[in-house]
């Protein structure tokens, strides 16, 4: 198998800890979309990452679909529960997650047109969406060590994941000190092997 992402694609980088954690043995490269000849077209008609290709040469992609496969390549260790009301929360966790990056890189996006085109309003709704996102987060964390049923799984991920490219992408932007549930939580992710091996290279 082989996986096409981006260097600091937080999606990308949620598959590539959760084949870590599973220890699943899959070829990664990085790929510039923004090169006309960039492969990742072949393989999802999106043209965009992560994809999975396949050992048949069939593709998957979306990073919640890749996860799920990964996930029941073996039998142990599950990052997503086999009993469905763990499953249910610990996807809304993922859901929230992967949500608050989408709003995070559409402002991002405007942020970068030329100040003239730029949009104040679209930047302040998407922040909006990010600063509502982390509060309910937060008070949903409370006191827990991991994110459902005190279980490290694919919510933890997930959580890591996007906090890590608020990081990268807002360095201005201090969640840590009105979020502190998530300030411990991402603590303990950086400690994880899986997370240090895949930190983005300007984190």
Known sequence: MKLYYTVNSP???????????KHVDIEVEAVDLSDPNCVVKNFNPLGKVPVLVLDDGDSLYDSRVIVEYLDNRTPLAHLIP?????????RRWEA???????????????????EAIQDAAIIS????????????LNLDLSKKKWCVEETFSLADISLGCLLDFLNLRFKDFNWQEPYPNLA?????MQKRPSFKDTAPPEA
């Open 11 to 21: 999606y990308a980088r949620k598959v590539r800890v959760v084949a870590a954690e």
């Open 82 to 90: 086999q009993n469905q009301g763990a499953k249910i929360w610990v």
């Open 96 to 114: 929230l997650a992967d949500g608050i990056c989408d709003a995070a890189i559409a402002a991002m996006m405007e942020g970068r047109k030329l």
């Open 184 to 188: 411990k939580h991402f603590a303990s």
């Open 125 to 136: 709704k998407q922040m909006a969406k990010v600063t509502r996102g982390l509060e309910t």
